[in-house]
């Protein structure tokens, strides 16, 4: 899950394709800010115990009857949050990595 902030108000959606640059999600389409704006976003990542607390631009928007698709680029994070970040990136990469190469064996 994440929450942006747009203008201080808090909206809610769904995070996919998280990398350490950026990420894409999805919200309700009337809530979703426009490309261009920057927007405060807080990310609940599995696995750790602190929400990872950013600054992020809307690089592009995408809306359909419900939901607006979203994708995000980073343009500030505390070094703590970023390397959080990081490290659960790469540990993803890694057991996805595993699994693929587990598949491909078999």
Request: glycine fraction near 8%.
């Amino acid at each position: 899950m994440v929450t942006s902030y747009v203008h201080d108000r808090p909206v809610r959606g769904l995070a996919s394709n998280l990398s350490d640059g950026g990420m894409s999600l999805s919200a309700i389409a009337m809530l979703a800010p426009p490309p261009g704006v920057v927007v405060g976003l807080e990310l609940d990542v599995p696995g750790l115990d602190d929400s990872i607390w950013a600054a992020a631009r809307v690089c592009y928007r995408r809306d359909d009857h419900l939901a607006s698709g979203l994708g995000v680029r980073f343009v500030a994070m505390a070094n703590r949050h970023a390397r959080m970040l990081r490290e659960f990136c790469l540990e993803m990469r890694r057991k996805n990595l595993g699994s693929l190469l587990a598949r491909i064996r078999a």
